[in-house]
């Protein structure tokens, strides 16, 4: 207990201390995120059964964070709201494609981010989602018996000598009624070289239903140790006061090809120009910037909001009132589910859609932002920014990889900054001419 009450006085001073601590010269090194499945179907359209099912686990994710956050500090940052626990409505299974880890590299776009780990002595190999919208690193127990464990990778403490059982009980509750349980342990945990002791984790011996057709193991949060679950540091504050990484920033490059995650600073030969910061809230846990303003064209439609940048999402969601507002630009857009708050628009939209935090703009490419056709053959395609209220501020916006695959975004526990996308023109591929390539970086 005496562990635990000292990691909730660290997190209640902040990680401004970290700066100050003795780097080692180690150089920062990558770790290549194969690619997952699209929102977007091969024949073109919108796959509605996934694009629910990932709204549905954002939300409670998000839910579950702002719990951490009132069990770690006994009280809510200042505007944020815990909503109930939203219900996954049936799945129509003959509507998901079976996803099968060997298949990620063929598979067509992006949903989610995934980094190969190791954790024990003798190493355990897992599979784990990237998440900078949450806090906590946990993986299936050897223990679990779970039916949708059958597939995964599983952790095995007593194989590990590193490893050590705490006091405690990690639980994350999911909309189908399940939960992500199991005991806490510290082990020695690896990435791409850069290995950390004592790191705090779960083996789950509960696996939520959610997870069954995810060719991941489990989950790698990046965002601040304020929303963790286990009331622990994550593995890249631990990285660096450990002096495994020179620098205290770590950046994500998300694309149709060449897609990794950088432990130590970033990575130039993926992006260009000079990255342009903007500080976090650091009162929220998240890495959460101000003052962003979202344009149509050449019209700004809503201004001065914060912003969540989220690798654990695809889409990117707004206040139901402020999103009503963008789609109001867009002549032919329609509200097309309004429990989601998905909306559809013109599929020849041309016009761009652009972020700003004050400085340059930065614009989502067609591709990123359209989700596919609402139907074979329809003019009207869904739009990968939806209207929901998470609960995380009247003014707070959550940017998906929707919005990050156009950038390279580095992550600053040096600066407690997020460097955001106008400061950066990305390398990608999926670039489709010279013209879109330059619409995308524009002062």
Not at 56 to 61: E, F, G, L, S
Not at 76 to 81: A, H, R, T, Y
Not at 384 to 403: H, I
Request: proline share 4%.
């Amino acid at each position: 207990m005496l562990r635990r009450v000292s990691i909730l006085v660290l997190l209640g001073l902040g990680l401004h201390f970290l700066c100050a601590a003795s780097p080692t010269k180690r150089h920062g090194v990558s770790i290549a995120l194969p690619k997952r499945s699209s929102l977007t179907k091969l024949d073109g359209t919108f796959d509605y059964d996934k694009a629910v099912a990932q709204t549905v686990a954002t939300q409670n994710k998000h839910r579950q964070n702002l719990v951490n956050y009132l069990n770690n500090f006994g009280y809510l940052p200042e505007g944020m709201e815990i909503k109930p626990v939203v219900t996954a409505p049936p799945r129509n299974q003959s509507r998901f494609d079976k996803r099968q880890t060997e298949a990620l590299i063929d598979e067509g776009d992006d949903e989610l981010w995934a980094g190969q780990i190791s954790i024990g002595s003798p190493a355990q190999k897992f599979l784990v989602d990237i998440d900078t919208g949450s806090s906590d690193l946990w993986i299936p127990s050897s223990s679990c018996k779970s039916s949708v464990c059958s597939s995964k990778h599983k952790y095995n403490a007593g194989s590990s000598s590193t490893s050590k059982k705490l006091s405690g009980t990690f639980s994350i509750q999911y909309g189908d009624g399940s939960s992500v349980s199991g005991p806490i342990y510290d082990d020695t945990v690896t990435v791409a070289g850069i290995t950390v002791t004592e790191q705090t984790l779960s083996g789950v011996t509960e696996l939520s239903s959610d997870f069954e057709n995810d060719p991941t193991d489990g989950v790698f949060g990046f965002a601040y140790p304020k929303i963790s679950n286990l009331q622990a540091n994550t593995f890249f504050v631990n990285a660096f006061l450990q002096d495994a990484v020179s620098s205290n920033e770590f950046s994500l490059f998300l694309a149709s090809s060449g897609s990794e995650l950088f432990l130590g600073g970033t990575n130039t030969e993926k992006y260009s120009g000079v990255p342009e910061f903007h500080n976090v809230d650091l009162s929220t846990g998240f890495w959460q910037i101000s003052g962003a303003s979202i344009t149509y064209g050449s019209s700004t439609a809503v201004s001065g909001f914060e912003t969540i940048i989220d690798s654990g999402t695809t889409i990117m969601y707004g206040p139901p009132a402020a999103v009503k507002k963008f789609y109001a630009k867009i002549s032919g857009s329609q509200l097309y589910d309004a429990t989601n708050g998905l909306y559809s628009f013109p599929c020849s939209t041309s016009s761009s859609i652009s972020f700003s935090w004050g400085g340059k703009s930065f614009a989502i490419s067609s591709k990123n932002f359209n989700l596919g056709q609402t139907g074979t053959g329809s003019a009207q395609c869904v739009g990968a920014l939806a209207g929901l209220d998470l609960g995380l501020g009247s003014s707070t916006w959550l940017l998906g990889d929707s919005f990050m695959k156009n950038v390279y975004t580095v992550f600053s526990f040096e600066q407690n900054a997020v460097g955001p996308p106008e400061s950066v023109i990305p390398l990608d591929s999926e670039l489709q001419s010279c013209q879109e390539y330059h619409d995308l970086f524009r002062v």
